[in-house]
């Protein structure tokens, strides 16, 4: 005589099946949440990056993009590596933007009295996953190479590591 109920053996069973099932699943979630994690910084770096651009376009008295902390960067496209000097002008590490030096604070106060810019660099804190826990900030600047600005992140120490904006590095692609 049977009683009702599942035997030992059958729940071992369902219990593998899902084991399974979960462990085939979840990297390609975790994909898909890194994914998504890199559109959401191209979009905000491109607002950020057409924020600087307004800010430079609205500014005619001055060069806006004289100062700032020169570093030699390396951006790894679909090309290549590309290394170039890079004049970081501020940066924003979700405390609202900081010039790197005296002359970049006209750009910094400006960047940070743009409307369409201070939500999205007062409300986000870059995360990544693991591979790039070095990257906690953004980094706006000037490449006089390419004639562009652009815009990174990086380190909190304002190090660009990774550009963004206008053409992503290889790790956003």
């Known amino acids: 005589m049977r009683k009702n ?3 030992l053996v059958e729940l071992i069973t369902v219990i593998a099946i899902i084991s399974v099932l979960a462990a085939l699943l979840i990297p390609s979630m975790v994909g898909y949440i890194d994914k998504a994690k890199k559109t959401a910084d191209k979009s905000a770096a491109s607002t950020i990056g057409k924020a600087a651009m307004g800010v430079n376009a609205e500014t005619t008295e001055k060069d806006i993009f004289a ?7 390396s951006a790894l496209t ?3 590596t590309e290394s170039y000097k890079f004049t ?3 940066m924003n590490d979700g405390d609202g933007w ?3 030096d005296s002359t970049s604070d006209e750009f910094a106060d400006l960047l940070n009295d743009e409307s369409d810019i201070v939500e ?3 409300g986000i804190n870059i995360k990544y996953h693991s591979a790039r826990k070095d990257t906690d900030c953004w980094v706006v600047g000037y490449s006089a190479e390419n004639n562009r600005v652009e815009v990174w992140t ?3 120490s304002g190090t660009p590591s990774y ?3 206008p053409s992503p590095d290889k790790a956003y692609a």
């Open 88 to 90: 970081a002008l501020c």
């Open 120 to 122: 999205v660099s007062n």
């Open 163 to 165: 550009r963004v904006f």
């Open 5 to 7: 109920g599942f035997t």
């Open 67 to 73: 100062g700032g902390s020169d570093f030699i960067v």
């Open 154 to 156: 990086g380190n909190n």
């Open 98 to 100: 900081k010039a790197f």
């Open 78 to 80: 679909t090309s290549g």
